[in-house]
């Protein structure tokens, strides 16, 4: 049986300041980069983060209903954070600027044990 959580390997969590290819003045962030990094606005791989959640509390695993929750408001927390830079870029509100990038910032690390936790490996319970 393929289990969902073969697909995180490759994942990894980079906070990157909220750099996207084609802006001007920032770092770029490739599609390699991007591809496998859960951290970042604009991919998919918090996606692949998700289906390896959802397969555990399809599993009955303790903590993964809630470790679900907390993926949501993360994922959230993350195209927030992206939108409000943008706003904030366009108004020329450097303060702003710096809150969303810190605020994408804190989502990262929130994202760095909701991923372990994703990788640990499920206890299954022996019959006695």
Do not use: F
């Not at 697909?7 to 003045?25: D, F, K, Q, W, Y």
């Not at 994202?111 to 372990?116: D, K, S």
């Amino acid at each position: 049986m393929h289990d969902a959580a073969d697909g995180l390997s490759s994942l990894r969590v980079h906070p990157c300041g909220l750099a996207h290819e084609g802006r001007t003045g920032r770092g770029l962030c490739p599609r390699a980069v991007r591809d496998d990094n859960v951290a970042c606005a604009h991919t998919m791989a918090r996606w692949r983060l998700k289906a390896a959640l959802e397969a555990r509390a399809a599993s009955g695993v303790p903590g993964a209903a809630d470790a679900l929750a907390r993926w949501h408001a993360l994922d959230l927390a993350v195209g927030r954070a992206d939108h409000d830079r943008t706003r904030a870029e366009a108004a020329g509100d450097v303060a702003a600027v710096a809150a969303a990038v810190a605020a994408h910032d804190a989502a990262a690390a929130a994202l760095v044990g909701l991923l372990a936790e994703a990788r640990t490996p499920a206890i299954r319970e022996t019959a006695a």
